[in-house]
Protein backbone atom coordinates (compact mmCIF):
# COMPACT_ATOMS: atom_id res chain seq x y z
CA UNK A 1 0.00 0.00 0.00
CA UNK A 2 0.92 3.71 -0.72
CA UNK A 3 0.75 6.74 1.63
CA UNK A 4 -2.65 8.18 1.62
CA UNK A 5 -4.74 5.59 -0.01
CA UNK A 6 -8.02 4.89 1.07
CA UNK A 7 -9.97 1.70 1.02
CA UNK A 8 -10.25 -0.09 -1.99
CA UNK A 9 -7.52 1.27 -3.64
CA UNK A 10 -5.74 -2.29 -3.85
CA UNK A 11 -8.67 -4.06 -5.95
CA UNK A 12 -9.34 -0.95 -7.78
CA UNK A 13 -5.45 -0.95 -8.66
CA UNK A 14 -5.54 -4.71 -9.56
CA UNK A 15 -8.95 -4.09 -11.97
CA UNK A 16 -6.94 -1.69 -13.98
CA UNK A 17 -4.06 -3.63 -14.01
CA UNK A 18 -5.89 -6.79 -15.21
CA UNK A 19 -7.83 -4.49 -17.85
CA UNK A 20 -4.25 -3.36 -18.95
CA UNK A 21 -3.32 -7.09 -19.43
CA UNK A 22 -6.36 -8.06 -21.19
CA UNK A 23 -6.30 -4.85 -24.04
CA UNK A 24 -2.75 -5.40 -24.22
CA UNK A 25 -3.21 -8.81 -25.58
CA UNK A 26 -5.97 -7.83 -27.75
CA UNK A 27 -3.87 -5.57 -29.39
CA UNK A 28 -0.77 -8.29 -29.54
CA UNK A 29 -3.31 -10.74 -31.19
CA UNK A 30 -2.87 -13.51 -28.91
CA UNK A 31 -6.61 -12.96 -28.01
CA UNK A 32 -9.09 -12.01 -30.80
CA UNK A 33 -10.30 -8.84 -30.99
CA UNK A 34 -14.11 -9.71 -30.52
CA UNK A 35 -15.25 -8.26 -33.63
CA UNK A 36 -13.32 -10.70 -35.45
CA UNK A 37 -14.61 -13.61 -33.56
CA UNK A 38 -16.79 -15.50 -35.66
CA UNK A 39 -20.43 -14.09 -34.76
CA UNK A 40 -19.45 -10.83 -34.25
CA UNK A 41 -22.98 -9.42 -33.39
CA UNK A 42 -24.61 -9.11 -29.95
CA UNK A 43 -24.38 -12.43 -28.45
CA UNK A 44 -27.92 -14.40 -28.89
CA UNK A 45 -29.24 -16.00 -25.78
CA UNK A 46 -30.65 -19.45 -26.96
CA UNK A 47 -33.67 -19.11 -24.76
CA UNK A 48 -34.50 -16.62 -26.56
CA UNK A 49 -37.91 -17.55 -28.47
CA UNK A 50 -39.82 -15.16 -30.86
CA UNK A 51 -43.10 -15.41 -32.59
CA UNK A 52 -42.35 -14.78 -36.49
CA UNK A 53 -46.17 -13.92 -36.42
CA UNK A 54 -46.56 -10.85 -34.14
CA UNK A 55 -43.10 -9.70 -33.73
CA UNK A 56 -41.96 -6.53 -34.67
CA UNK A 57 -39.25 -5.30 -36.94
CA UNK A 58 -37.17 -4.87 -33.76
CA UNK A 59 -37.87 -8.29 -32.51
CA UNK A 60 -36.94 -9.77 -35.52
CA UNK A 61 -33.91 -8.29 -36.08
CA UNK A 62 -32.86 -10.12 -33.20
CA UNK A 63 -32.66 -13.18 -33.90
CA UNK A 64 -29.41 -14.56 -35.91
CA UNK A 65 -29.06 -13.42 -39.38
CA UNK A 66 -31.97 -11.71 -39.73
CA UNK A 67 -31.30 -7.80 -40.49
CA UNK A 68 -33.55 -4.63 -42.00
CA UNK A 69 -34.37 -6.24 -45.05
CA UNK A 70 -34.97 -9.94 -44.32
CA UNK A 71 -37.51 -8.26 -40.97
CA UNK A 72 -38.96 -6.43 -43.61
CA UNK A 73 -39.66 -9.32 -45.85
CA UNK A 74 -40.85 -11.77 -42.90
CA UNK A 75 -43.36 -8.49 -41.95
CA UNK A 76 -44.29 -8.58 -45.79
CA UNK A 77 -45.07 -12.09 -46.38
CA UNK A 78 -47.34 -12.39 -43.06
CA UNK A 79 -49.31 -9.62 -43.69
CA UNK A 80 -49.87 -10.86 -47.45
CA UNK A 81 -50.25 -14.56 -46.50
CA UNK A 82 -53.39 -16.49 -47.17
CA UNK A 83 -53.49 -18.22 -44.07
CA UNK A 84 -53.42 -16.87 -40.03
CA UNK A 85 -50.93 -17.51 -38.90
CA UNK A 86 -48.52 -17.13 -41.36
CA UNK A 87 -46.12 -19.45 -40.14
CA UNK A 88 -47.22 -22.14 -38.28
CA UNK A 89 -44.03 -24.39 -38.19
CA UNK A 90 -40.18 -23.14 -38.84
CA UNK A 91 -40.45 -24.59 -42.33
CA UNK A 92 -42.91 -21.93 -43.34
CA UNK A 93 -39.91 -19.31 -42.96
CA UNK A 94 -38.44 -20.98 -45.86
CA UNK A 95 -41.24 -19.17 -47.96
CA UNK A 96 -39.91 -15.75 -47.39
CA UNK A 97 -37.77 -14.64 -49.87
CA UNK A 98 -34.26 -14.49 -49.06
CA UNK A 99 -34.91 -17.41 -46.17
CA UNK A 100 -33.94 -20.91 -47.13
CA UNK A 101 -33.50 -24.07 -45.08
CA UNK A 102 -29.47 -23.21 -43.51
CA UNK A 103 -31.31 -19.80 -42.44
CA UNK A 104 -34.33 -21.83 -40.64
CA UNK A 105 -32.39 -24.41 -39.02
CA UNK A 106 -29.90 -21.78 -37.10
CA UNK A 107 -33.39 -20.19 -36.48
CA UNK A 108 -35.49 -23.21 -35.29
CA UNK A 109 -34.24 -22.78 -31.50
CA UNK A 110 -34.96 -18.89 -31.64
CA UNK A 111 -38.90 -19.81 -32.40
CA UNK A 112 -41.82 -19.64 -30.46
CA UNK A 113 -44.37 -20.84 -32.98
CA UNK A 114 -48.05 -21.79 -31.95
CA UNK A 115 -48.55 -18.86 -29.24
CA UNK A 116 -51.98 -17.83 -28.21
CA UNK A 117 -50.80 -14.21 -29.66
CA UNK A 118 -49.92 -15.63 -32.89
CA UNK A 119 -53.79 -16.49 -33.94
CA UNK A 120 -52.98 -20.10 -33.73
CA UNK A 121 -56.52 -22.15 -35.05
CA UNK A 122 -57.42 -19.18 -36.91
CA UNK A 123 -57.42 -19.95 -40.52
CA UNK A 124 -58.15 -17.56 -43.85
CA UNK A 125 -58.67 -18.44 -47.21
CA UNK A 126 -56.20 -17.75 -49.91
CA UNK A 127 -56.59 -17.09 -53.53
CA UNK A 128 -58.85 -19.62 -55.32
CA UNK A 129 -60.08 -20.78 -52.05
CA UNK A 130 -57.48 -22.48 -50.67
CA UNK A 131 -55.56 -22.47 -47.85
CA UNK A 132 -52.08 -21.20 -47.91
CA UNK A 133 -49.91 -18.28 -49.28
CA UNK A 134 -49.85 -17.06 -52.72
CA UNK A 135 -46.39 -16.61 -54.73
Known amino acids: MFPGDGPGTRVRRRAAAAGALLMGAILLGSIPRPSAMEGAGPPIDVRLRIDPNVATREELMLLPRIGPVLADAIIDYRTHC ?54
Open 82 to 135: GRVPAFRRAEDLDEVYRIGPRTVELLRPHLALGSKDSGEGARRRGPGGREGCSP
